[in-house]
């Protein structure tokens, strides 16, 4: 009696054939895409590469610090007592229009000064998670740099939102003429 031979290796990778009739079916005959439909793209990866290729991050900081400073603004400027308010003694120039003004105005930059704190919080969060990541052959000062940048963006978040509770709670909702 002979020894029996090993069986067979198994294919290599990429040599495997599908069964026959295995596959997608075919579209049906007589269709045809609409014209001027090419590849249709998924909006979820254009989202992806909006937040990981850096940009995404520095627009929505730009956006909220615009927001934010132009809230900001509008609180002081709103804020501000007319020079008529000092004409007399009392200040009664100002009136009830003043106070108004100053309390719609007030309102008006506390909510564009959130709003872009929230965004400019966003941008940051998408800085830090989507943004630079170390690889396995990342230098000491990569490191470094990455380490710090995350750290950075970590604490503006922080602190942001120190702000965003500030703005809510001690800002008065109207100033009073003095």
Same mark, same amino acid.
């Given at each position: ?12 990778w ?20 609409p ?20 940009t /995404? =991050?520095?627009?929505?900081? @730009?956006v &909220?610090?615009? +927001?934010? *400073?132009? !809230? %900001?603004? #509008? ?24 106070l108004? /003004? =100053?309390?719609?105005?007030? @309102?008006? &930059?506390?909510? +564009?000064? *959130?709003? !872009? %704190?929230? #965004? ?5 969060g ?14 000491p ?6 380490v ?5 963006? &970590?604490?503006?978040?922080i602190?942001?939102?120190?702000? #965003?509770?500030?703005l ?11």
């Amino acid at each position: 009696m002979g020894a029996t031979p090993p069986p067979a290796p198994p294919p290599a990778w990429g040599q495997n054939q599908p069964p026959p009739n295995w596959g997608p079916t075919p579209p049906a005959q007589g269709w045809n895409p609409p014209p001027g439909q090419g590849q249709q793209h998924n909006p979820m990866q254009m989202m992806h590469k909006f937040e990981t290729s850096g940009t /995404g =991050a520095n627009v929505l900081r @730009l956006v &909220g610090f615009a +927001l934010f *400073v132009v !809230g %900001a603004l #509008i609180m002081v400027v709103a804020t501000t007592q007319p020079g008529n308010c000092y004409q007399t003694t009392p200040p009664t120039n100002c009136g009830i229009n003043y106070l108004s /003004g =100053a309390y719609t105005g007030t @309102l008006v &930059g506390k909510v +564009l000064a *959130v709003l !872009g %704190a929230a #965004i400019f919080i966003a941008g940051a969060g998408f800085r830090m998670h989507f943004g630079l990541k170390p690889s396995a052959d990342t230098k000491p000062e990569e490191y470094t740099y990455i380490v710090a940048d995350r750290r950075f963006n &970590g604490w503006l978040i922080i602190i942001l939102i120190l702000v #965003i509770l500030l703005l809510m709670l001690q800002v008065p909702a109207y100033a009073m003429p003095p």
